[in-house]
T-cell receptor, first 117, second 114 residues
Framework: AQTVTQSQPEMSVQEAETVTLSCTYD???????LFWYKQPPSRQMILVIR??????QNATENRFSVNFQKAAKSFSLKISDSQLGDAAMYFC??????????????FGQGTILTVHP | DGGITQSPKYLFRKEGQNVTLSCEQN?????MYWYRQDPGQGLRLIYY???????QKGDIAEGYSVSREKKESFPLTVTSAQKNPTAFYLC?????????????FGNGTRLTVT
């Protein structure tokens, strides 16, 4: 079965510090996309960042960046200069079947991030 | 502003009753999805639809049904056959049914069945 694993149920960080959330996945595809979604207390899922597996360069969106290691099937999210508004549950996700698959995502179990002032 | 509207936010039903959750989008997206979220678990796909009048089962479709009569609407019916219906339900859409097309989510419906 193709799975996504987030091994950290909870993480915490001080405001302005950096935190890294880990994610590993299992796929037999060579071309696919990876996503990080954020779910704040409002419970709406918000796309944080996405990575295309065929690209060597790690994706970056402002304070959010990924460390993508394709051979290790690892896709971690780094949040720099953490802010109180970053507090949320974070989900790693990818579409089984690769980049040309239907847009069905498999999600990890989530990591709850707490930001301390 | 374009977006996805799910209603109601909270829904309560008695066991044995069917219940329909509403999902409407004005993003002009072709693809729509229903996910279920339980505590301690990630989202799991119930049904998805690529175009009007077409839909496919996801990973946990048993006890659920959907329709897609209009591009904008993708209602989910939780039937009495669903053994554990109490959960948080999220509707989503994407431009097309493709692996690189990011999902846009609604605010969800919390269903409680007693």
């Amino acid at each position: 079965a193709q799975t996504v694993t987030q091994s950290q149920p909870e993480m915490s960080v001080q405001e302005a510090e950096t935190v890294t959330l880990s994610c590993t996945y299992d796929t037999s595809e060579s071309d696919y996309y990876l996503f990080w979604y954020k779910q704040p207390p409002s419970r709406q899922m918000i796309l944080v960042i996405r990575q295309e597996a065929y690209k060597q360069q790690n994706a970056t969106e402002n304070r959010f960046s990924v460390n993508f290691q394709k051979a290790a099937k690892s896709f971690s999210l780094k949040i720099s200069d953490s802010q109180l508004g970053d507090a949320a549950m974070y989900f790693c996700a990818y579409p089984p079947g690769g980049g040309t698959s239907y847009g069905k995502l498999t999600f990890g179990q989530g990591t709850i991030l707490t930001v301390h002032p | 502003d374009g977006g996805i509207t799910q209603s109601p936010k909270y829904l309560f039903r008695k066991e044995g009753q069917n219940v329909t959750l509403s999902c409407e989008q004005n993003l002009n997206h072709d693809a729509m999805y229903w996910y279920r979220q339980d505590p301690g678990q990630g989202l799991r796909l119930i049904y998805y639809s690529q175009i009007v009048n077409d839909f496919q089962k996801g990973d946990i479709a048993e006890g659920y049904s959907v329709s897609r009569e209009k591009k904008e609407s993708f209602p989910l019916t939780v039937t009495s056959a669903q053994k554990n219906p109490t959960a948080f339900y999220l509707c989503a859409s994407s431009i097309v049914l493709g692996g690189n097309s990011p999902l846009h989510f609604g605010n969800g419906t919390r269903l409680t069945v007693t």
